[in-house]
């Protein structure tokens, strides 16, 4: 039997760097600033490793406390500002957020204590990897389909024991249409790890995650971590960037039946996540959900509030 090659299976979006803002285009920090941001988020990593150590032994809440604050205060040192908007989960869901950046997980952990889904490189990215393994990160090898069962698997098994379980749906990173102007918005939410919400009975809750630069008041892919290029390149530019600002909108949650069709979920997922206006919530302490667009067709996803209640997936 012939194999199947890898780069057919691993999607692929077709960003580049044409998506991205052209020098100079993005206001900037001087200098000594992003020297400085440069060392506090190189602190941040570091602190993060000894994290990982006491992380196994922790309680569980006070380990998710210590995840949450620690992404958040990172994420800043690097000079990002988090905004949320919408009622973070806090109990078991299944998490599917589009992708963009390195930033989006420090984001997401930053909003929901979850165990992320994420592509296996990213076990031996540097501090980061090391963290990730001890927060029990269900590690996915694109490069073998036949291994993706055992890993949806994993992710119901740590939903039914309460968790929350994060993932990247659309498989790898977008500009979200921010970018040049014949960039889509984003990409197909694959539907494999939608099983495992589907399995364990519990829901699904969509979350957009938007970058944009508070000194313009504009959209921004000075974030973005896309094509062929390199993450000192993407950090660098990071750094430099002034008033970069991600808001993370929550939107309903979904609850799909027992017999729910998990193509069909993941596209009420991807709906939620690509069509939603950003400013749909107006506060993190909102009581209304955010409206979700729902096929036409399938099984029924029942949209709801959000529900108590990864990295990079290509399903």
């Not at 406390?65 to 989960?89: E, I, M």
């Not at 090391?130 to 055992?150: E, H, K, N």
């Not at 313009?216 to 974030?223: D, K, L």
Request: a positive charge.
């Amino acid at each position: 039997m012939t194999a199947v090659p890898f780069d057919l299976w691993r999607p692929r979006s077709g960003c580049d760097d044409e998506c991205l803002p052209a020098p100079g285009e993005t206001p900037a920090v001087p200098v000594p600033r992003q020297v400085a941001r440069l060392l506090a988020g190189v602190g941040m990593l570091l602190l993060g490793t000894g994290l990982a150590v006491v992380l196994p032994v922790l309680p569980a809440r006070d380990g998710q406390a210590a995840v949450r604050a620690w992404a958040r205060r990172t994420a800043r040192a690097f000079g990002v500002r988090l905004v949320v908007r919408g009622r973070p989960p806090r109990r078991r869901a299944l998490v599917a957020a589009n992708h963009m950046s390195w930033l989006d997980i420090l984001v997401v952990l930053a909003v929901a204590p979850t165990r992320m889904v994420a592509k296996r490189e990213l076990r031996s990215w540097p501090l980061i990897g090391l963290l990730a393994a001890a927060a029990g990160t269900v590690f996915v090898d694109r490069s073998r389909p036949r291994a993706l069962p055992a890993a949806v698997r994993r992710a119901a098994d740590a939903l039914r024991a309460g968790r929350a379980v994060a993932v990247f749906p659309e498989g790898t990173t977008w500009c979200a249409g921010e970018g040049a102007v014949d960039c889509r918005p984003g990409g197909g939410f694959r539907p494999a790890m939608f099983q495992a919400a589907i399995d364990a009975g519990a829901p699904v809750v969509p979350l957009r995650i938007a970058y944009r630069c508070a000194a313009t008041g504009e959209s921004t892919t000075a974030a973005a971590f896309l094509g062929e290029e390199t993450l000192l390149r993407s950090v660098r530019r990071v750094i430099a960037g002034r008033g970069i600002e991600v808001t993370v909108t929550v939107a309903a949650a979904l609850h799909p039946s027992r017999d729910a069709d998990r193509r069909v979920l993941a596209r009420a997922a991807e709906s939620a996540v690509h069509l939603v206006p950003v400013g749909a919530v107006r506060s993190r302490r909102a009581d209304a959900p955010v409206p979700v667009a729902l096929p036409s067709t399938g099984r029924p996803v029942r949209p709801s509030r959000p529900a108590a209640g990864g990295l990079d997936l290509a399903a």
